[in-house]
Each structure stands twice: as structure tokens, then as C-alpha cells.
RNA sequence: GGUCACGUAGCCAAGUGGUCCAAGGCGGCAGUUUGCAAAACUGUUAUUCGUGGGUUCGACUCCCACCGUGACCU
């Protein structure tokens, strides 16, 4: 006996696919809500760098409700652990409500977690604990890693300090990092990503970081500058922060840094297709009647 | 027209007679990915040093010619 799982449909792809629009689209075709499954979008006061778009969202009436957007402040971290949570919650939210769910987004890790029913292993970032690993040699770490958990300790790069790091810090927490798992699924889900030949992705994202540049990007760093985040916490927030706060500190000149952006978001969405490559369960397409075909097929089911 | 300098992968660039059958960086390509993921990390990318000749046991490295680029001079 197989209880039936709720249905969720995510729409993914590359940065500048046109997924919000297309999202949108949906929605209002399938009486749809949105969750937004990106990680920087969370972030209050972040809107142009961001792409939220919000405008395509409408207005009174005709506007599509989203969720996981706007709803952090700049000083607060974000993680897949936070976004599995929340989202979870806005899914089931809308379920109830009669709705469907529409996860949209170009973050892979976060769709996956929600996809794949990700079990992350226990342990929260701990200050202490990175205290200390901060002081301790890489071949400590291995060491270690290579006592508390021989499994990880294989698999693991040896190189990526970060993922070393994460991994000590779930076993110092007294547990094994190799314990994360793919629990079943807890959504039956249809997945449709949008794609373009590599020369069209990169004429779009062109296109669109002269857009924003229009839109006043520079100038919502500026501000958010003058709100107190620092320039180290703004390279964090992604590729237009990191590379306009820098110009902004005189490091790049303007044209050189318009190319170092465009440059940096091509490959990132080169990596964002890595990511979802993988994953044989995507249906890409080509265009919208495409998805409502293969959506009003999935609700019927 | 003359003088000088330079010509190494898609780009930048080290190397000035023998572990150079050519370092490094960028870009490209491929990949990893379970609490920072627009992050972090990995692999790969020149049978060859502008072209042709010469010197030498041996040349990317020295000599000559040619082609190209730049600067200066007339």
C-alpha cells in the first residue's frame, strides 16, 4: 500500500533561463504558488543583483503569492539546512490550501535536498568547533577525519578545506558525516528545466547584467554598503556583489569589471548545468506549452 | 627609407645553449557537490617556441634572411 504523495513541481535552470516568468506563467494557469528555491533571494534589500523580479509576480489580484523571498535580513545567514525547513513549510502550506506548489529556482543543492529528501546530518555550524579548527593543520584534519570517519575521509577532496571543515565539525559533534542519506521522497515531484545552447545562456546573461547595470545595481550596493555590510559580507552574497563592491573599492575599472562579471556568471551557470546534469528525472524544454503539457498530465495522475 | 626592440597555446606570460619532450595565470572543456552552494574544490588544455636556412654533439635560447608588430629617427 503506497500513500500518495503530494505533488510538487519545480521549475529550474540556469541564472537568466526566464524561470520567474515562466513560474509565473504557471501559476496563474494552475492556480500555483511559488516557492523560490535560490539562495540569495532571501535577503531583504537585495532586489536588482538578486534578479528577483518582482513585478512579474502582478499585482492586486492576478498577483501570484511567492515564498522564501524577501524574508531575511543581510546580517542573517542562509543555508540548505534553513531552506529544507522553511520550504517544507511553505509546500505543505499551500497544499492544504488547496494550491499547487511551485518550487522555482536555479540553486541545485537546495532543489536536490527538497528532491531527494535530503537527510543533513546533525550538528549546526558551532563556533567553538570552528574556533578550533581554524588553528589545526590540514593533515590534522585528514587525520581526524580519517579516525572519526573512515567513510568520508575516502570520499571526501582533500583540497576543499570547506568540506573538510563541515565534515570534522559533525563528527566532533559526536556524529558520522557519511550518516547523510536520501531518505524516500516525501513529494511526488515533476521536474522541468529550461536550458539554451551555451551561446544563447551567455547572450542572455550579457544582456541582463547590462540591464541591471540600467536598473541601478551599482547603486543598491552602494546603499546597502552605507547600511553597514561590510564589503567582505557583501562578496558573499554572490557574483555582482562580489565583483561591483570591488570596483566600488577601486579595484577593477568599470569596463573590466562588466567583463569579470559577465565572465564569472557564465560560469556559473556552467556549473549550475553540472549540477543538474545529473539528475536524469529533469524534463527539459523547449517552450511554455511544453511544460503545462507535461504538468497537466502530472496532476491528472 | 633608417635605427632599435619584440614575435612562446584562444589571451597574458616565465624561460636566454643541455632534467624546457616549455613554468605560471586567465579563458575553455570535463567533473565533485548533504548546514557558507552565485560557495568551496578537482582534473584537463603547446609532439612545440613567427617562417626558412645556418652554427653546434645539442637551440625556444647563437648567426643570417624573410614576414609581422611596436617605438624612435629622417
Redesign the pocket.
Known amino acids: 500500500m503506497k500513500k500518495k504523495l503530494p505533488k510538487l513541481i519545480i521549475i529550474l535552470g540556469p541564472?537568466a533561463s526566464g524561470k520567474t516568468k515562466l513560474a509565473v506563467a504557471l501559476a496563474r494557469k494552475f492556480n500555483g504558488e511559488i516557492v523560490s528555491a535560490?539562495?540569495?533571494?532571501v535577503y531583504i534589500g537585495m532586489d536588482i543583483?538578486?534578479?528577483k523580479d518582482l513585478k512579474e509576480y502582478g499585482k492586486g489580484e492576478k498577483r501570484i503569492p511567492y515564498h522564501l523571498i524577501d524574508i531575511i535580513l543581510p546580517k542573517t545567514?542562509?543555508?540548505?539546512?534553513?531552506?529544507k525547513k522553511k520550504a517544507t513549510v511553505a509546500i505543505n502550506n499551500i497544499t492544504a490550501r488547496g494550491k499547487t506548489p511551485l518550487v522555482v529556482g536555479?540553486?541545485?543543492?537546495?532543489i536536490?535536498?527538497l528532491v531527494?529528501n535530503?537527510?543533513?546530518?546533525?550538528?549546526?555550524?558551532d563556533k567553538k568547533i570552528?574556533q578550533k579548527l581554524k588553528k589545526m593543520k590540514i593533515a590534522d584534519k585528514l587525520e581526524a577525519l580519517k579516525k572519526l570517519d573512515m567513510m568520508t575521509y575516502e570520499?571526501?577532496?582533500?583540497?576543499?578545506?570547506?568540506?573538510i571543515?563541515?565534515?570534522l565539525e559533525?563528527c566532533f559533534n559526536g556524529q558520522k558525516?557519511s550518516s547523510?542519506?536520501?531518505k524516500k521522497p516525501i513529494y511526488n515531484t515533476l521536474q522541468i528545466g529550461l536550458k539554451f545552447p551555451?551561446n544563447v545562456m551567455n547572450k542572455k546573461i550579457d544582456k541582463r547584467v547590462d540591464d541591471r547595470l540600467l536598473e541601478g545595481m551599482i547603486g543598491e550596493i552602494k546603499k546597502l554598503h552605507a547600511q553597514k555590510i561590510s564589503w567582505r559580507r557583501m562578496e558573499?552574497?554572490?557574483?555582482?556583489?562580489?565583483f561591483i563592491s570591488r570596483y566600488l573599492r577601486g579595484k577593477y575599472k568599470n569596463q573590466e569589471m562588466i567583463n569579470?562579471l559577465k565572465?564569472?556568471?557564465?560560469?556559473?551557470a556552467?556549473?549550475?548545468?553540472?549540477?543538474f546534469?545529473?539528475d536524469t528525472k529533469i524534463h527539459w524544454i523547449k517552450n511554455k506549452s511544453q511544460a503545462e503539457k507535461l504538468i497537466k498530465k502530472f496532476l491528472k495522475k
Open positions: 541564472t535560490d539562495s540569495r533571494q543583483g538578486t534578479g545567514e542562509f543555508n540548505v539546512f534553513k531552506f536555479g540553486t541545485g543543492l537546495y536536490s535536498a531527494d535530503y537527510q543533513l546530518p546533525l550538528g549546526k555550524p570552528r570520499k571526501i577532496d582533500k583540497n576543499n578545506l570547506r568540506r571543515d563541515r565534515a559533525v558525516f547523510g542519506s536520501k551555451k558573499s552574497f554572490g557574483l555582482e556583489y562580489r569579470l565572465t564569472a556568471i557564465h560560469q556559473f556552467k556549473r549550475q548545468m553540472t549540477w546534469k545529473r
